[in-house]
């Protein structure tokens, strides 16, 4: 009679880490980093050439691909990203920090989280579709942009497709 108590007591207890031990464990998010930019990288909302541009960059990650999206200016991003078809899908969002590098040719090595930048929209210079949103990692930055280049700033949750 123990035996058969042990063994009932082993075989629940080998079911039990069957069912529970072997659960998956939650799948963490994978943080991407922003990817350079190349010479012949079209803009994924425009189709144009990337460098052939002067003025701040985007590019994000969506929730469902490990491909980078990339877009000639801010503007055609921030068109991606309020579009109700798409902004739930977006996860990482970078853009270049103007401080740092040339309006002219952005370095990718200053982009920067998008959801943390400030924007100076409606300035006088232009990026690849006309008029841009010029981005910035520092509020004061933006400042000293805007007072050189007019224009008004916002945080990212403030800017609205109306807008552009």
């Known amino acids: 009679m123990k035996n058969t108590k042990l063994s009932t007591f082993l075989t629940l207890l080998l079911v039990a880490f069957a069912l529970f031990g072997c659960k998956e464990a939650p799948q963490e998010s994978m943080v991407h980093q922003a990817a350079a930019i190349e010479s012949g990288d079209e803009c994924h909302l425009c189709g144009m050439i990337i460098t052939n541009f002067p003025g701040p960059k985007g590019e994000l990650y969506t929730k469902t691909s490990d491909m980078t999206k990339k877009f000639c200016s801010t503007r055609d991003l921030f068109s991606f990203i309020l579009d ?32 943390k930048a400030w924007y100076v929209l409606e300035s006088s210079r232009s990026g690849a579709m006309g008029k841009t949103l010029a981005s910035f990692v520092n509020e004061s930055d933006a400042q000293a942009f805007m007072l050189e280049f007019g224009g008004k700033i916002y945080q990212f949750d403030e800017i609205t497709m109306a807008m552009l």
């Not at 109700?84 to 989280?113: A, L």
């Open 84 to 115: 109700p078809e798409y902004q739930h899908q977006v996860k990482e969002i970078y853009v270049h920090d103007m401080s740092k590098t040339p309006w002219t040719e952005p370095k990718d090595s200053y982009f920067i989280d998008a959801r």
